[in-house]
């Protein structure tokens, strides 16, 4: 059973042409984020809004110091509603009581040797009409209202980690490699840039993209095309080894899934840029479920067991999946965003994992995930470093994040892997059960990358660059996967 997407207006604007009338679907790129509320089919998420309630302040303090203010209101609000709405709850009840109490007379009236007249039953009948009638607004009201209070707990970013540093700067924890490429000078201006040297290598092409598809994109020639399937294949052999599953992902999700897994602005008033895919009018009436492009195979991969119930004999579930990645927000234009950097489409892979509930084998998967990482940098020979990285910098769904910086000759540090601990955040709003004998709670999530190729191919261009040679080489992890290639020259 597919989870049914959550109604939410939604402002999007075409990328190229409208087409609407001879029923095509175009890419859409939407610009501003709406609460899922959810249809009448729709799955919405569940909440212990008690919980919620009771660390109403918690909530408060964490969403300012992850650099979420708007967000801040919103658990103090969900316990003033649920206090607001405790009266009419109440009277809810007492209502029902008292109908329950009439319907039983009444029935009571039918049997043989009754002493309730037929004109006391039919006394009793229009007083469970009248008690019906005041019922059934109070009932419509209670659950308008518990509906808004579960959407603003949709809406609530993860609590953190206590070991989560509080500011904006990640706290160094282990180093890959360490001063191995990050001691070397070059003169002013001298420093290898990967985009010189993918164009003079004839293995990096950014100027036919912009003709075709705009700035953020690129295209990979020659050995630079056999750089990045042997990029995937290296990473995905590491997991492999490390008892994940292979999955080929789709890149084409319901629009819904994306905040269910945790893909929020911090802003909720501003933009998530996200690639839509555009319905016909025909499936805009039907209410035919809108389809995104996945901006990372985090979602599929999370959402393929979206309303199942997991158990011990199935978690750890440890899937790797390589994919398309497709994102809007590549950047303003400039020397941090330049070439492979931050670009709007490219090739990754990504591992996910649901686990059992509880610290001990969350905190184990996460490792796991980490520990791959580590050998897989550690292999291709780069500087790196690991990062516990502070509250302002984690996304919504996550308690917990680590990153790994590589060393970029021409930037300095940069991202090229993080790995996150989740919880019950996606499981809660996928619908994701775990069930052990009576016992019935929600599977935890924990994700991470294992490549994402096109700023691991900036590193190594930059870091293997021979400029005497006008050669790149290459780490000896990847010279079976490059065919026995060991370093990257011009071609005649």
Known sequence: MPIRPQTSLILTRAIGYSNRNQGCSLLKWRRAYSAPSGGADGYKGHFSLKDIAGKAEQYREDCLQRNCAKYAPLAPEIAALLVSIKPAQQEEVELNTEINKVERLIKSSLSKGSTITPEQRDELTIQARDLKAKLQPLTASIKAKVAHI???????????????????????????????????????????????????LSILDFTSAPKTAGWGFYTLLNDGSLLEEALLRFATDTALAHAFKRITPHSAIYSHLIPACGFQP???????????????????????????????????????????????????????????????????????????????????????????????????????????????????????????????????????????????????????????????????????????????????????????????????????????????????????????????????
């Open 266 to 492: 911090r802003d909720p008033t501003a933009t998530q840029q996200v690639y839509a895919l555009a319905r016909p009018d025909k499936q805009v009436d039907e209410g035919t479920s809108e389809l995104s492009l996945a901006g990372t195979a985090e979602i599929p991969l999370a959402a393929r067991h979206a309303l199942d119930t997991l158990g011990p004999a199935q978690t750890p579930i440890k899937y790797i999946g390589a994919s398309r990645c497709f994102r809007a927000e590549a950047g303003a234009r400039g020397a941090a965003t330049k070439g492979l950097y931050r670009v709007h489409e490219f090739t990754k892979a990504e591992m996910f994992a649901w686990t059992a509930p509880g610290e001990e084998e969350h905190e184990r998967v996460f490792q796991e995930l980490v520990s791959v990482q580590r050998e897989i940098f550690t292999k291709l020979e780069l500087e790196c470093r690991v990062l516990e990285m502070p509250k302002g910098d984690l996304g919504h769904a996550a308690y917990r994040k680590w990153d790994i910086e590589a060393w970029f000759p021409s930037r300095g540090w940069g991202e090229v892997t993080s790995a996150s601990m989740c919880r019950d955040y996606q499981a809660r709003r996928l619908g994701v059960r775990w069930k052990q004998r009576a016992e019935s709670s929600w599977a935890w999530s924990v994700n991470g990358t294992a490549m994402a190729v096109p700023r691991v191919m900036a590193a190594l261009l930059e870091c293997g660059w021979d400029a005497e040679r006008e050669v790149v080489k290459l780490p000896e992890a990847l010279w079976d996967y490059m065919g026995g290639l060991k370093e990257i020259g011009k071609r005649d």
């Open 150 to 200: 579960n959407d603003l707990a949709y809406q609530l970013p993860n609590l953190s980690s206590p070991s989560s540093p509080i500011g904006t700067e990640g706290l160094v924890v282990d180093q890959i490699h360490a001063s191995l490429h990050s001691q070397k000078s070059y003169a002013s201006g001298k420093a290898p840039l990967h985009t010189t040297i993918g164009q003079t």
